[in-house]
Nanobody
Framework: QVQLVESGGGLVQPGGSLRLSCAAS????????MGWYRQAPGQQRELVAR???????NYADSVKGRFTISRDNAKNTVDLQMNTLKPEDTAVYYC????????????WGQGTQVTVSS
């Protein structure tokens, strides 16, 4: 069992940056995959980025080169650095955790709003 709490969302101008943080209620060392999804109104939920316990990462094509996911097991946090933000990045961003590589269960945070607008 783990609770996840996101922070760092807000309003930013196009071309700006934000850093999202996901704080876990317990050690994340044993959690195989952690990452971020996002969902805009009327759109499907999209996997933005993920990172495994060994440090392997994956990114959506739409954010490659602009977003960076990182994992700090000592602090029990997963961050998403978002640079060169675009209006189409506007969405609610959700942190998630998959404890097992071949399991289907997942834990979710409450979400944080990111709005990119001039």
């Amino acid at each position: 069992q783990v609770q996840l709490v996101e922070s760092g969302g807000g309003l930013v101008q196009p071309g700006g940056s934000l850093r999202l943080s996901c704080a876990a209620s317990r050690s994340i060392v044993s959690i195989y995959t952690m990452g971020w999804y996002r969902q805009a109104p009327g759109q499907q939920r999209e996997l933005v980025a993920r990172i495994t316990s060994s440090g392997n990462t994956n990114y959506a094509d739409s954010v490659k080169g602009r977003f960076t996911i990182s994992r700090d097991n000592a602090k029990n946090t997963v961050d998403l650095q978002m640079n060169t933000l675009k209006p189409e990045d506007t969405a609610v961003y959700y942190c998630y955790a998959n404890p097992l590589r071949y399991g289907t269960g997942a834990y979710w945070g409450q979400g944080t709003q990111v709005t990119v607008s001039s």
